[in-house]
């Protein structure tokens, strides 16, 4: 049972515009949720995160968005660059009890920039 | 210092041997991972060791068996492998009792099994 799902494998964008990447997860114990980067032959870079008090995280050119109704986040990249070009993570957690420090990973999204 | 150090970067052993491999963090995160990673998969998480005790274990083989000497090391004993464990192995390390535990990945470890 795949509780964080990425269903796009792949997402092409030209330079300049928005990229928009998504993630359902299943388990509503979930409540903290992480965006990660990986390039070739890497480990994982954090991105940026939120946790479930919240439905919005900013940092620079990188938006998160939470919709907890709905089971669904997104990863808004404005305005896109080719060096953005990469993997794309989206992994999730429960803060407490015996799962803490678990983190679910989708099985990420490719993006690719145009110049 | 904001880095996960792993060695080695590659390693090719025998289905025989016995091999280790090893994670360090110099942040003071006291909460430390491995995952492993398969071709055009997710990492997934095999123990997690919180304060250098092993608090997750995700039902991992006994040919694999983690080991925390201190809150900055972490190591990963393996013995007996077979083919089908040849993937990326991926160590982390995040604060602990904090709401954003996002968790810094090291650069992993290639491992192959021949």
């Known amino acids: 049972d795949q509780q964080v799902k990425q269903n796009s494998p792949s997402l092409s964008v030209q330079e300049g515009r928005i990229s928009i990447l998504n993630c359902d997860y299943t388990?509503?114990?979930?409540?903290?949720f992480l965006w990660y980067k990986k390039y070739p032959a890497e480990g994982p870079t954090f991105l940026i995160s939120?946790?479930?008090?919240?439905d919005k995280n900013e940092d620079g050119r990188f938006t998160v968005f939470l919709n907890k109704s709905a089971k669904h986040l997104s990863l808004h990249i404005v305005p896109s660059q080719p060096g953005d070009s990469a993997v794309y993570f989206c992994?999730?957690?429960?803060?407490?009890?015996?799962?803490?420090?678990?983190?679910?990973f989708g099985q990420g999204t490719i993006l690719t920039v145009h110049p | 210092d904001t880095e996960v150090t792993q060695t080695p970067k590659h390693l090719v052993m025998g289905m025989t041997n016995k091999k280790s491999l090893k994670c360090e963090q110099h942040?003071?995160?006291?909460?430390m991972y491995w995952y492993k990673q398969k071709a055009k998969k997710p990492p997934e998480l095999m123990f997690v060791?919180?304060?250098?005790?092993?608090?997750i274990n995700e039902s991992v083989p006994s040919r694999f068996s983690p080991e925390c000497p201190n809150s900055s090391l972490l190591n990963l004993h393996l013995h007996a492998l077979q083919p089908e464990d040849s993937a990326l192995y991926l160590c982390?390390?995040?604060?602990?009792?904090?709401?954003?535990?996002?968790?810094?990945f090291g650069q992993g470890t290639r491992l192959t099994v021949v």
């Open positions: 982390a390390s995040s604060r602990s009792g904090t709401f954003n535990t996002e968790a810094f």
């Open positions: 388990n509503s114990m979930f409540d903290y």
């Open positions: 939120i946790s479930s008090i919240k």
């Open positions: 992994a999730a957690g429960v803060s407490g009890g015996t799962s803490y420090g678990k983190l679910t």
């Open positions: 942040m003071g995160h006291r909460a």
């Open positions: 060791y919180s304060y250098e005790k092993l608090s």
